[in-house]
């Protein structure tokens, strides 16, 4: 399943001269996001159940071109859930800096 399309942001805590205050976010460039999923960090992913409630899976994500990619089964919740629900959001953090981290949102792609 690949994710499209993405906004990244990152915490203004990391950045102490955003006019956004601490705990707001922000648009960053997309090389700092392609850091952090080409480094071996963990990504939240969180996916929709088909009654709406919400679950979340740490994955491992890879890179190809413009695309986020989750190597997954189509047996799998996750697949089924993002099959059914397509928009997405993730979250990865360095592991060595854990306020080092970006979120991205997108669309899945089968």
Do not use: E, L, T, V
């Given at each position: 399943m690949a994710a499209s399309g993405?906004?990244?942001?990152?915490?203004?805590?990391d950045h102490p001269n955003h006019p956004c205050g601490k705990g707001e976010t922000m648009t960053i460039p997309i090389p700092h996001v392609r850091q952090l999923l080409d480094a071996p960090n963990y990504v939240h992913l969180p996916t929709l159940r088909a009654d709406g409630s919400p679950r979340n899976w740490v994955v491992w994500m890879g890179l190809e071109d413009d695309h986020n990619l989750v190597c997954t089964s189509d047996a799998i919740w996750k697949a089924k859930d993002m099959?059914?629900?397509p928009r997405a959001a993730m979250s990865v953090a360095d592991m060595a800096n854990p306020y080092h981290m970006a979120a991205v949102q997108g669309r899945v792609k089968p």
């Open positions: 993405h906004i990244a942001r990152a915490a203004a805590a099959r059914r629900h």
